[in-house]
Protein backbone atom coordinates (compact mmCIF):
# COMPACT_ATOMS: atom_id res chain seq x y z
CA UNK A 1 0.00 0.00 0.00
CA UNK A 2 0.71 4.01 -0.44
CA UNK A 3 3.01 5.07 2.54
CA UNK A 4 4.39 8.48 3.04
CA UNK A 5 6.59 9.40 5.92
CA UNK A 6 7.60 12.56 6.72
CA UNK A 7 10.69 14.08 9.03
CA UNK A 8 12.86 16.76 9.59
CA UNK A 9 10.65 19.01 11.79
CA UNK A 10 11.53 20.77 14.45
CA UNK A 11 11.68 24.12 16.90
CA UNK A 12 14.16 26.85 14.65
CA UNK A 13 14.23 30.40 15.41
CA UNK A 14 13.30 33.30 12.71
CA UNK A 15 15.40 33.19 10.24
CA UNK A 16 16.62 29.64 10.82
CA UNK A 17 16.45 26.58 8.54
CA UNK A 18 14.99 22.66 7.92
CA UNK A 19 15.15 20.50 5.65
CA UNK A 20 12.00 18.06 5.46
CA UNK A 21 11.96 14.72 4.26
CA UNK A 22 9.41 12.37 2.68
CA UNK A 23 9.96 8.87 2.18
CA UNK A 24 7.22 6.92 -0.31
CA UNK A 25 6.25 3.50 -0.55
CA UNK A 26 3.73 1.26 -2.35
CA UNK A 27 3.79 3.15 -5.67
CA UNK A 28 5.94 3.96 -8.71
CA UNK A 29 7.42 7.08 -6.94
CA UNK A 30 9.71 8.09 -10.24
CA UNK A 31 5.90 8.78 -12.11
CA UNK A 32 4.14 10.69 -10.03
CA UNK A 33 4.21 14.28 -9.24
CA UNK A 34 4.95 14.90 -5.77
CA UNK A 35 3.42 17.76 -3.05
CA UNK A 36 3.89 19.39 0.42
CA UNK A 37 1.32 21.17 2.06
CA UNK A 38 1.18 22.70 5.33
CA UNK A 39 -1.87 23.75 8.18
CA UNK A 40 -1.07 26.08 10.52
CA UNK A 41 -3.46 25.84 13.89
CA UNK A 42 -7.25 27.38 12.86
CA UNK A 43 -6.06 27.46 9.25
CA UNK A 44 -7.30 25.47 5.99
CA UNK A 45 -4.37 23.36 4.77
CA UNK A 46 -2.43 24.84 1.73
CA UNK A 47 -0.72 23.80 -0.82
CA UNK A 48 3.16 24.96 -0.21
CA UNK A 49 5.00 23.62 -2.94
CA UNK A 50 5.14 20.69 -6.11
CA UNK A 51 7.22 18.95 -8.17
CA UNK A 52 6.73 17.21 -11.54
CA UNK A 53 7.75 13.25 -11.38
CA UNK A 54 10.99 14.04 -13.37
CA UNK A 55 11.74 16.63 -10.94
CA UNK A 56 12.19 19.31 -13.91
CA UNK A 57 9.53 21.66 -12.84
CA UNK A 58 8.32 23.03 -9.72
CA UNK A 59 6.23 25.92 -8.21
CA UNK A 60 5.40 27.12 -5.09
CA UNK A 61 3.12 28.93 -2.79
CA UNK A 62 3.86 32.50 -3.20
CA UNK A 63 4.11 33.05 0.82
CA UNK A 64 7.27 30.87 0.31
CA UNK A 65 9.02 31.79 -2.84
CA UNK A 66 12.61 32.37 -2.81
CA UNK A 67 12.80 30.35 0.55
CA UNK A 68 11.92 27.03 0.20
CA UNK A 69 13.19 24.52 -2.10
CA UNK A 70 11.48 21.44 -3.10
CA UNK A 71 13.69 18.76 -4.70
CA UNK A 72 13.05 14.82 -5.45
CA UNK A 73 15.52 11.76 -5.48
CA UNK A 74 13.93 9.06 -7.29
CA UNK A 75 16.32 6.44 -6.51
CA UNK A 76 15.58 6.66 -3.40
CA UNK A 77 11.91 7.40 -3.26
CA UNK A 78 12.37 10.45 -1.31
CA UNK A 79 11.29 13.84 -1.98
CA UNK A 80 12.90 17.16 0.16
CA UNK A 81 11.38 20.44 1.36
CA UNK A 82 14.77 22.41 2.21
CA UNK A 83 13.27 25.82 4.06
CA UNK A 84 15.64 28.75 4.83
CA UNK A 85 14.93 32.62 6.09
CA UNK A 86 12.28 30.48 8.21
CA UNK A 87 9.40 32.96 9.54
CA UNK A 88 7.01 32.68 12.59
CA UNK A 89 4.07 32.48 10.36
CA UNK A 90 5.68 29.50 8.84
CA UNK A 91 4.64 27.63 11.94
CA UNK A 92 2.28 24.53 10.71
CA UNK A 93 2.14 20.46 10.63
CA UNK A 94 3.67 19.57 6.72
CA UNK A 95 2.10 16.93 5.08
CA UNK A 96 3.52 15.30 2.11
CA UNK A 97 1.37 14.08 -0.95
CA UNK A 98 0.64 12.08 -3.33
CA UNK A 99 -1.84 11.69 -6.11
CA UNK A 100 -1.91 7.76 -7.26
CA UNK A 101 -4.35 6.80 -9.97
CA UNK A 102 -6.00 10.32 -8.60
CA UNK A 103 -6.58 9.05 -5.44
CA UNK A 104 -4.54 11.70 -2.41
CA UNK A 105 -2.37 9.90 0.05
CA UNK A 106 -0.96 11.87 2.85
CA UNK A 107 1.78 11.29 5.42
CA UNK A 108 1.30 11.73 9.37
CA UNK A 109 3.31 15.34 8.66
CA UNK A 110 5.63 16.34 10.98
CA UNK A 111 5.57 19.46 13.02
CA UNK A 112 7.37 22.63 12.27
CA UNK A 113 7.71 25.50 14.92
CA UNK A 114 9.15 28.81 14.17
CA UNK A 115 9.62 31.12 17.48
CA UNK A 116 10.21 34.49 17.22
Known amino acids: QVQLVESGGGLVQAGGSLRLSCAASGFTFSSYAMYWYRQAPGKERELVAL????????NYADSVKGRFTISRDNAKNTVYLEMKSLKPEDTAVYYC?????????WGQGTQVTVSS
Open 51 to 58: IGSAGGST
Open 97 to 105: NAKVYLRPY
